[in-house]
């Protein structure tokens, strides 16, 4: 079992920056990829960002190329996401989630961005 806890969410006002943070524990060899989503209230969940843990590739969504950078930490098992120049259309419910095995979820944490 992998367990995935996110930190980092908050207010911000638009053109703000955030930078989210996603500690695994438990049996976390080996990752093979870990990534971000979101979901907005009475939206489905969507696709932000995701990394390979092995060579560090990265996949980003449309919108949010340019301004979200995925980045990871391999010794410290942790997975970063560094939002700047935030619109309140990014304002959502960010989840990570992981690939060992089988895919592992977070709770999630908030990010509000108010214009």
């Known amino acids: 079992h992998v367990l995935l806890v996110e930190s980092g969410g908050g207010l911000v006002q638009a053109g703000g920056s955030l930078s989210l943070s996603c500690a695994a524990s438990g049996r976390t060899f080996p990752i093979d990829t870990m990534g971000w989503f979101r979901q907005s209230p009475g939206k489905e969940r969507e696709f932000v960002a995701s990394i390979k843990w092995r060579d560090a590739n990265t996949n980003y969504a449309s919108s949010v190329k340019g301004r979200f950078t995925i980045s990871r930490d391999n010794a410290k098992n942790t997975l970063y996401l560094q939002m700047n120049s935030l619109k309140p259309e990014d304002t959502a419910v960010y989840y990570c989630?992981?690939?060992?095995?089988?895919?592992?979820w977070g709770q999630g944490t908030q990010v509000t961005v108010s214009s």
């Open positions: 989630n992981a690939l060992v095995g089988r895919w592992f």
